[in-house]
């Protein structure tokens, strides 16, 4: 096995690098996560079911998948739009909203949670808006979305932009030339390039999602069954000192959350090797 | 030149034991609302000792909700006194950090609850939905904001406190209790994970016809924000809180501040403590402090947790812990 990687390679310090790769990747993330795994088997099978797939379990991650997954689709659109237009269009105060972008990631989650929260509640700016259309935001899995929207955008925006900035306009010139309608450029010419990178950012805003509790605790009513999400249930356990009902919930939403991951992944492999033949 | 700087060093080196040693620094791990109250007892409590002893105090103050201060606690932050919002979370530090002996309730007089507080309602001014009563939460159409008893001490009194006066309306009757307690949540829109977060939803963001709410939680917002917006509706039955405090045994012993970590929680106990407990809307333990404060506690019948519900450990396990009462409330077709 290491002959074989050693001929395959060209790059001085492969095992070096492979070696603190794996050292530096046990430490952050397989470690943290492998005593998860083991706190799981100081309960029964019956206990962990009991805690991983009680009713209150099964709404929560109902309610923390489908809020993510919406989420991330919106932040998809817009921030392929958003995008763009910080790429493509040159107009005054660029760099400022360029910056903006970045601003969910940098502003402590409770902030942010509080923030939204005072204007998406019925007597806020928005919340009163919506209100007069008979939709409460606030406190609602609506409200949660909402959230997890803002939390997401910054990762939708950042892993398409670059690609965007390589996408040469002499094919979107070609494909008009050749006749394609815009819409023909767009869906034909354009969307497969991004395609991978557009993924990639849904996937990312997507796991930060599934994992976001500051924010949300907030803005969210935290009704069993009806407005609690999966984070809030882990942390319900812990202060219940029931160390094994939060492990529990915890390994599910860490294997869905990989699987998940996992099938992005390959979808994104599959979709580049489909585009390349 | 360099010789006798280095001797200079040596010297305050050594000297530096000698006048540290005066000084103690304390650590109060205690929960949300007590912030204003410790401060204000803090400060008391070091002027009498540095008369008494000649020996300057410094306090360090935690807050934060109950059950996360407790589990802190568990792991290794070193407190050398506890102050929480309920004995069960005490209880815990006994029993999973041990760090302290089982028995530490008997260690102070009034098991260990140097001041006690209530559960009352805060409604909007006018009273606009007449809310007098507990009878009165289970109303069509009122909506009821309290935090979530799974995650705030504090939320735990309001619940038992339903729970008990249901109990005494309907003579010990367990099944019309709950059935009372369910329709009480059944109108809650809103659990927040801790006091003061229920506390903002109600008085910021407008949810809501009554919060349940601790006695001086609930004054400190009508003193805040406004008695012309919001009022006290003092139920004819509720919870007799009581706050525990205790030494941590353990990480006092290592730090050499126990018998100064017992003279400041005596001190609670004192006619000057019971004072500023007061001050700050605890009811006093003292009769002659309560008293002189008679007219700022309205008068109510209390039951106490050991009364109704056999103790704090009793209550945790049946109401509480997972799939406990209040989860079976939750159940997907349960009312």
Redesign the interface.
């Known amino acids: 096995m290491p002959l074989l990687l050693k001929r395959r390679t060209v790059i001085p310090g492969f095992g070096l690098t492979f070696g603190l790769t794996m050292f530096y990747l046990s430490l952050v993330v397989l470690i943290p996560l492998s005593t998860v795994f083991l706190k799981t088997f100081s309960s029964t099978w019956p206990e962990f079911c009991?805690?991983a797939f009680?009713?209150?379990a099964l709404?929560a991650y109902k309610l923390s998948l489908g809020a993510s997954t919406v989420g991330a689709l919106v932040n998809a659109v817009f921030g392929l739009v958003v995008a763009w237009v910080l790429v493509r269009c040159r107009f005054p105060g660029a760099s400022v909203v360029d910056a903006l972008v970045d601003l969910p990631f940098a502003l402590p989650t409770a902030v942010a949670g509080i923030a939204l929260?005072?204007i998406y509640?019925?007597?806020?700016w928005i919340g009163s808006l919506l209100s007069r259309f008979g939709i409460e935001a606030?406190?609602t899995p609506l409200g949660v979305t909402i959230a997890l929207i803002f939390i997401g955008i910054p990762f939708v925006v950042r892993t398409v932009q670059p690609v965007i900035q390589e996408l040469d306009r002499e094919y979107e010139d070609a494909a008009a030339s050749l006749g394609a309608s815009r819409w023909q450029t767009f869906a034909k010419v354009i969307l497969p390039t991004l395609w991978p990178a557009l993924l990639t950012g849904f996937a990312l805003a997507f796991a930060r999602a599934l994992g976001e509790y500051g924010s949300v605790?907030?803005i969210s009513?935290?009704?069993?069954?009806k407005t609690e999400i999966a984070p809030?249930l882990i942390?319900?356990?812990?202060?219940?000192?029931?160390y094994e009902?939060a492990t529990a919930v915890a390994v599910v939403m860490l294997a869905m959350s990989f699987a998940l991951l996992l099938a992005i992944n390959l979808l994104q492999r599959w979709s580049r090797r489909w585009q390349s033949p | 030149m360099f010789r006798r700087a280095f001797l200079a060093l040596v010297l305050v080196c050594a000297a530096m034991p000698a006048w540290r040693a005066e000084d103690v620094t304390l650590l109060n791990v205690s929960y949300d609302p007590t912030r204003e109250f410790y401060t204000e007892f803090n400060a008391a409590f070091a002027r009498y000792w540095q008369d008494r002893h000649r020996q300057t105090v410094t306090f360090k103050q935690s807050h934060g909700g109950s059950g996360k201060q407790a589990r802190a606690v568990i792991d290794g932050l070193e407190a050398d006194v506890v102050t929480l919002a309920l004995a069960y979370d005490i209880d815990v530090i006994a029993e999973k950090g041990r760090l302290l002996s089982p028995d530490w309730q008997t260690k102070l007089p009034h098991n260990s609850a140097p001041y006690t507080s209530t559960i009352d309602f805060l409604v909007r001014k006018g009273n606009p939905k007449g809310i007098r009563d507990w009878d009165d939460l289970v109303r069509e159409g009122i909506s009821v904001v309290t935090p979530n008893p799974k995650t705030s001490g504090g939320a735990r009194w309001n619940y038992l406190a339903a729970w008990g006066y249901a109990l005494k309306k309907w003579n010990r009757d367990e099944a019309k209790a709950r059935d009372f307690v369910a329709a009480l949540f059944k109108n809650v829109s809103v659990l927040d994970t801790g006091a003061r977060g229920s506390t903002t939803t109600f008085t910021e963001r407008g949810i809501g016809d009554v919060l349940l709410a601790w006695e001086n939680e609930a004054f400190l917002a009508v003193k805040e924000l406004g008695p012309e917006k919001f009022e006290i509706v003092t139920p004819s039955v509720s919870i007799l809180a009581e706050p525990s405090v205790a030494v941590v045994e353990k990480v006092a012993e290592k730090h050499g501040t126990g018998e100064i970590a017992k003279a400041y929680l005596r001190y609670l106990y004192s006619e000057e403590g019971q004072e500023i407990a007061a001050r700050h809307h605890y009811r006093p333990r003292s009769e002659k402090v309560a008293a002189k404060y008679a007219e700022r506690f309205p008068k109510l019948d209390l039951f106490t947790v050991d009364e109704l519900f056999g103790g704090w450990r009793q209550a945790q396990k049946i109401h509480f812990e997972r799939g406990g009462i209040f989860d079976q409330i939750y159940r997907p077709g349960a009312r």
């Open positions: 009991d805690a009680s009713p209150q709404a929260t005072t509640s019925k007597n806020g606030a406190f605790v907030f009513g935290n009704i069993p069954l809030l942390m319900k356990h812990l202060e219940e000192y029931d009902g």
